[in-house]
């Protein structure tokens, strides 16, 4: 049975023209985009998303960054999804991210402290139920 993740390729990944790349990545791993859409986030359902760290003081960082350009949304399926994309996004900060993943090989450090790692994955498969419904209401 297939499963499903919800993916964000954030606004710095649109800025450094890595969308093509990025989607090859997963794509090449033999998961199917089943919805993908260009458009800019809505702080309302940003908040819901990242409702975690809504209270937490580095939100509104969070908000600026991800709210301050373009995305692409994404739901994908396969076998094991969940698991498999988030093995090939890597971890939260590029710097220590594995090499070989999206955010080991094209992520980096940014100046003024601020994380920027070019893109969100569900982290369950209940999460991703919950954010593919918040963002393309199915």
């Known amino acids: 049975m297939a499963e499903h993740v919800f993916i964000i390729l954030k606004p710095d990944a649109l800025e450094?023209?890595?969308?093509g790349v990025l989607l090859s990545r997963?794509?090449?791993?033999?998961?199917?985009?089943e919805r993908l859409e260009m458009t800019r986030l809505d702080p309302f359902?940003?908040?819901?998303?990242y409702a975690h760290i809504a209270d937490k003081p580095f939100y509104s960082d969070v908000e600026s960054y991800m709210t301050s350009g373009p995305v692409v949304?994404?739901?994908l399926?396969?076998?094991r999804v969940g698991k498999g994309v988030r093995q090939i996004v890597g971890?939260?900060?590029?710097?220590?991210?594995?090499?070989?993943?999206?955010?080991?090989d094209y992520g980096r450090a940014?100046?003024?402290?601020?994380m920027r790692n070019l893109i969100h994955a569900s982290d369950s498969p209940e999460n991703?139920?919950?954010e593919i419904s918040l963002w393309f209401g199915a």
């Open 91 to 104: 971890a939260t900060d590029p710097l220590r991210a594995a090499p070989g993943s999206i955010r080991g």
């Open 45 to 49: 359902r940003l908040r819901k998303l």
């Open 73 to 75: 949304t994404g739901a």
């Open 26 to 33: 997963l794509e090449n791993k033999g998961y199917l985009i």
């Open 77 to 79: 399926s396969g076998f």
């Open 128 to 130: 991703a139920e919950r």
């Open 16 to 19: 450094r023209g890595l969308v």
């Open 110 to 114: 940014w100046e003024d402290g601020n």
